[in-house]
């Protein structure tokens, strides 16, 4: 059974299929018109050519590439381009140059005659360099074409919420450190006082707390009763927090250490 291949529309306008180009459409010339190549001047231009035809820059054959670039000229007049003055001054360039290669050269005893293409192959070896290395350039990533930063605004209701970093046992030891130290460079002699406990001295942690919302961890310790009297405040301090009676705190990393009572 052989079937029939309908046609596709033209367009769907609407819902409605459209089958037929309307009578009244116009449609300039210029919109029928594809530029395949664009080029940024006459030595890239040339350089595509040169390219197209897998040739090396020095070995510049200049007959078919004259050819070809004044078929593109003639294309782009017939197009209604302007042209640019430095289009055609290549092509008068390598018309010149083509028609130098093309004379007999006279027979002298003189050096011979320079090559007629060595200053225009400098030209586009440069330009090739150039435009080899804009190239590289181009390919990096650049900001808000290939990399783009984000931004973001909080809502206004919202309220930053700062949570303290917790004092770690290394920090702790420290400042304690620092504490027997000032111990050392304090104590000039030796005065025998009564035997505080643990206990008490956690007793009167808490008093010296008590209606205050931060001290700092050195206010705690009396450097006057020595090393010992030192000692039972830490080991009373820590007691204190195992029990969960006070709290130790740091307004940032590696600050002060506060107390502070619960």
Do not use: C
């Not at 309220?159 to 504490?179: R, T």
């Amino acid at each position: 059974m052989q079937g029939t291949q309908q046609s596709l529309p033209l367009a769907v306008v609407r819902g409605e299929v459209v089958k037929q180009l309307p009578a009244d459409l116009f449609i300039p010339p210029e919109a029928l018109e594809v530029f395949l190549e664009s080029f940024e001047g006459p030595l890239d231009l040339l350089l595509y050519l040169i390219r197209k035809q897998k040739l090396d820059v020095v070995e510049l054959a200049i007959s078919p590439v004259t050819d070809q670039y004044l078929v593109y000229i003639e294309l782009l007049q017939g197009a209604r381009v302007e042209l640019a003055a430095d289009y055609l001054v290549m092509a008068a360039t390598l018309a010149e140059i083509k028609s130098r290669l093309l004379l007999p050269k006279p027979a002298t005893e003189e050096d011979e005659e320079d090559d007629p293409r060595a200053q225009l192959i400098r030209q586009l070896k440069a330009y090739e360099a150039i435009k080899e290395a804009q190239q590289r350039l181009d390919e990096l990533p650049r900001l808000e074409r290939d990399i783009f930063q984000a931004k973001a605004m909080p809502a206004a209701d919202i309220k930053p919420i700062i949570v303290p970093p917790s004092v770690s046992l290394f920090e702790l030891a420290g400042a304690f450190a620092a504490v027997l130290k000032r111990v050392e460079a304090t104590e000039h002699h030796h005065v025998k006082r009564e035997t505080l406990s643990t206990r008490e001295r956690m007793i009167q942690i808490l008093a010296m707390l008590e209606g205050k919302s931060y001290v700092p961890f050195e206010q705690l310790f009396d450097v006057s009763e020595g090393r010992a009297g030192v000692v039972v405040s830490f080991l009373a301090l820590m007691e204190l927090v195992k029990e969960l009676l006070v709290d130790l705190i740091q307004a940032e990393p590696l600050s002060t250490i506060h107390v502070r009572a619960y």
